[in-house]
């Protein structure tokens, strides 16, 4: 079931505008400060929380600039989140380490000589080809629209009608030597994947994506009787890979109602991931470290979680190996992605609207969607990605309405150079009142029967399904 509108706007309101956290009556005293809202909120410190952050941008200089699951630079994050936890004594700590297949890769196409801006699908295969292009018949989702021609060359197929696995499974079975498939519409695919690691239609070949106008135009001048050379070098790795979730509860409080807190460690290949989700991630590190000055009624836990951009994968794994009586000892879980957009919105996952800050859809697209699955009250903070600011929105809390939330959302410059900072403490101070709200009284969290909150779960989507569910993308990548 979901938060109600009226607590879940209550506790998650920005910290100006939330009220004071409600007494407790009956907490053991045990020499140390009893927690309220108005105290953690006081321990949050901009410099803290640039501190993290530059160290994860050192952390992805590991890797090529990437904090991506399955590399160096992913796992040093999570060493450091696990380390710093272990250090203060307070929580028991531990890492849930299993493998997940890992795909990572980069594509140049060029054309007579001219590269081409181009993209690479998760799970193609390596190559180095140097070969004509001849175009496929229709959309390239049957085996009678590939051309005996296209053996031994480069398949040039439209996207659209199936799945881009399928197309470079049939140039495969054609006996092409690689595939480029260009886009439906003028602009490039912004990402996808093949779906799976092989297919029973066909090899995988090389492959790669281009334009929509670059495609346009290759076609164009291969009827009108050119030769098109084209090369296509894909370099790629994929591989079963052990990464880890970096799971904490608190020493005491109530372990049969525990306060959840999470946010993913990992980014996109692309980036660094400083907002997205190293802004979420050290909020709840930064409030992690605050807690063992005080003293709560109910546990608080915390999951750190990895290969969220490969499609909640951590999160999932998570829910999915934790037996029903102790998903039944879960409170609410509260979810923290994207806090630090530079163009930001103020929204709060199911929120009412009536204060100055905004509901944002509970589309399942971040960690809090497995938890909804087997029906855990869930809740959280985000600053907004791709979406535009609106005009009403820039009123509200100024920026530019018409302008992305995040112009490097799954990009290289999501760095801290990207950050707002202010909209980031305002966020951070947040989460303290919420945790610290529910760590005190857990008053109007729905408590007994539960059931599934969700249309889909991401336990039923595929690799394919996965990669684009969490990201936002279609997720049928046609």
């Known amino acids: 079931m979901k938060l109600s509108t009226s607590f879940i706007t209550a506790a998650l309101a920005f910290s100006s505008l939330a009220s004071a956290a409600p007494q407790a009556e009956d907490i053991e005293s045990r020499g140390i400060i009893p927690l309220t809202s108005p105290l953690l909120q006081a321990t949050v410190s901009r410099h803290t929380l640039l501190a993290h952050a530059r160290q994860f941008v050192e952390f992805s200089k590991q890797s090529g600039g990437t904090r991506a699951f399955g590399s160096r630079a992913h796992n040093s994050t999570v060493r450091y989140i696990k380390t710093l936890l272990d250090a203060t004594g307070f929580y028991d700590t531990s890492l849930q380490t299993f493998p997940y297949l890992y795909s990572s890769g980069s594509a140049e196409i060029a054309a007579n000589g001219t590269a081409l801006a181009s993209r690479w699908f998760t799970y193609g295969p390596s190559g180095d080809v140097s070969a004509n292009l001849v175009v496929v018949n229709n959309l390239g989702c049957d085996a009678s629209d590939y051309p005996a021609a296209v053996e031994g060359q480069i398949a040039l197929i439209k996207r659209g009608s199936c799945e881009f696995g399928l197309k470079t499974a049939l140039a495969g079975n054609a006996k092409a030597a690689g595939a480029i498939i260009y886009n439906n519409a003028p602009e490039s695919i912004a990402g996808g994947t093949l779906g799976s690691p092989s297919r ?196 509200w809390w100024g920026g530019e309405a018409g302008v992305d939330y995040d112009i490097c959302y799954h990009k290289a410059c999501d760095g801290v150079n990207n950050l707002n900072v202010p909209a980031w403490v305002e966020n951070t101070k947040a989460a303290a009142h919420a945790i610290a709200t529910y760590a005190r009284s857990l008053n109007g969290i729905p408590r007994g029967s539960r059931s599934a909150n969700r249309k889909v779960s991401v336990a039923s989507l595929s690799h394919e399904e996965r990669q684009h569910y969490s990201c936002g993308h279609e997720i049928a990548s046609l």
């Open 200 to 395: 029973e239609a066909g090899p995988y070949v090389p492959v790669g994506s281009i334009s929509g106008a670059d495609g346009d135009r290759l076609v164009a001048d291969i009827a009108a009787g050119n030769t098109i050379a084209g090369t296509l070098k894909v370099n790629a790795v994929t591989e079963d890979r052990y990464t880890s979730n970096v799971i904490a509860t608190t020493k005491i409080g109530d372990k049969n109602n525990i306060v959840f807190a999470g946010g993913h460690t990992d980014s996109v290949p692309e980036g660094p991931g400083i907002n997205d989700d190293g802004s979420g991630t050290i909020t709840i590190l930064d409030l992690a470290l605050r807690l063992p000055l005080f003293n709560f009624r109910n546990a608080v836990r915390f999951g750190f979680w990895t290969a969220e951009e490969f499609g909640l994968v951590g999160s999932e794994h998570y829910v999915t190996n934790l037996p029903a009586e102790e998903q039944d000892k879960i409170a609410v879980y509260l979810n923290f992605d994207m806090v630090a957009s530079p163009n930001f919105g103020y929204f709060v996952y199911d929120g009412a609207g009536n204060l100055r800050s905004a509901p944002t859809e509970f589309s399942g697209r971040s960690d809090y969607g497995p938890f909804l699955d087997v029906g855990i009250p869930s809740g959280g903070l985000f600053t907004g990605a791709e979406g535009k600011k609106t005009a009403e929105e820039a009123q």
